[in-house]
């Protein structure tokens, strides 16, 4: 299996599970068991405080939690809390621009300068942006993201100019469409590109074109709010040797690339549209999943992945202060998995784990 997909349980980056209980409608062909022995054992290692899951195959979904929402709490994890969704954004925002290049208003092949002189290098496409083969400079690599460090930067405002500055002060990693390298730069000019088209803040765009259709009341882009709305878990890390709170941020240090805040049940209504072909023109429904010799195991927004056992997945991690997320289905969408781990004081490896509920829900 890919370590893209294992990576991002983690709960390491801003940007790259005691026991709880199983509610279920029905029974389905995924062993509810095994689904939750995994999720014990990952808060147990110590890979996370807690963890929320939601698994569907066929008609049949269940949700399943394990660890605690607090740190020195008995409260459970809630089986629907929001959480930052970290990078998922990013298929969100890749959603939306390719429902503007189906409504003619961006050609994926043009260069973005096309319709932002002057951002950025005149060779990079909008398709290159969006599939992480621009050679950008990952500007989350210029911040200082160690505890001790973001504690200074936490409740600070930035602008996307200002983060994209951050990558722009630098040489490319490498020439426009000859390498794959995962670059967040490369989602803050996607979202200033949606501002261009639209006329209207790239968070607008996403609320009219996908939250407001599909109903996703506990979905929301942030801003600069630090707060999350609602039931949630808490998420933490070290500073100065010590166990320290991390769920109020300013998520505007992600902005496009990885601010939003969900719920697994919303994502799971999100990725079924997006599968269904709800939300996307057949042209560009077949272009989100299209990946390339050079960029193998991505799409436009979209993770892609064939399991060892030769299913095959597609969806996207997150990662951001104090929480990791995933999300995953079946292109036809009849087998899905969304998850949101919440870090603590301690470290362990998910990754054993992790892929012990890929097989059981997958294969």
């Known amino acids: 299996m890919g370590k893209r997909l294992v990576a991002t349980v983690t709960a390491a980056s801003l940007l790259a599970l005691t026991t709880g209980g199983v509610a279920s409608a029905d029974t389905s062909s995924v062993d509810r068991k095994v689904i939750q022995q995994a999720l014990d ?11 929320q899951a939601r698994v569907t195959d066929g008609r049949q979904r269940f949700t399943a939690t394990s660890g605690k929402a607090e740190l020195n709490s008995d409260r459970p994890v809630p089986d629907n809390g929001r959480f930052r969704v970290g990078s998922i954004t990013k298929t969100f925002v890749s959603t939306v621009l390719l429902q503007l290049a189906g409504e003619g208003k961006v050609d994926l092949d043009a260069p973005v300068v096309r319709y932002l002189p002057g951002l950025v290098d005149g060779r990079i496409t909008v398709r290159q942006v969006l599939q992480h083969t ?17 504690e200074k930067i ?13 990558a722009t002060s630098r040489p490319l990693d490498f020439d426009p469409g000859t390498q794959w390298s995962y670059s967040n730069t490369n989602y803050v000019v996607a979202g200033l ?17 996908i939250l407001k259709p599909l109903r996703l009341n506990d979905t929301e882009v942030p801003g600069d709010n630090p707060n999350i709305k609602g039931p949630h878990a808490h998420g933490y890390w070290t500073v100065a040797g010590k166990p320290s709170d991390i769920t109020r941020i300013n998520p505007s240090v992600a902005w496009a690339a990885g601010e939003m805040i969900s719920t697994t049940k919303d994502l799971d209504t999100f990725v079924t549209a997006l599968s269904s072909g ?6 560009q429904q077949a272009e989100i999943s299209k990946t390339t010799a050079v960029s193998p195991g991505y799409g436009l927004g979209l993770q892609v ?10 969806g996207h991690g997150g990662g951001i202060p104090g929480y990791s997320s995933q999300l995953l289905t079946t292109p036809d969408s009849k087998k899905r998995f969304e998850l949101s781990a919440t ?3 301690t470290e362990g490896d998910p990754g054993e784990a992790f892929n012990k509920i890929l097989t059981e829900v997958f294969c």
């Open 41 to 51: 054992q990952v808060t147990q290692s110590g890979a996370a405080l807690g963890v």
């Open 134 to 150: 621009s050679g950008l400079f990952n500007y989350t690599n210029a911040l200082p993201l160690s505890p001790d460090e973001f």
């Open 154 to 166: 936490r409740y600070k405002h930035w602008s996307p100019q200002e983060l994209l500055a951050l």
């Open 193 to 209: 590109l949606i501002e261009k088209l639209t006329g209207r803040p790239y968070e607008k765009a996403v609320e009219q074109r």
């Open 278 to 283: 709800k939300l996307l023109r057949p042209a």
């Open 305 to 314: 992945e064939t399991l060892p056992c030769g299913t095959k997945v597609w």
């Open 343 to 345: 870090s603590g004081p």
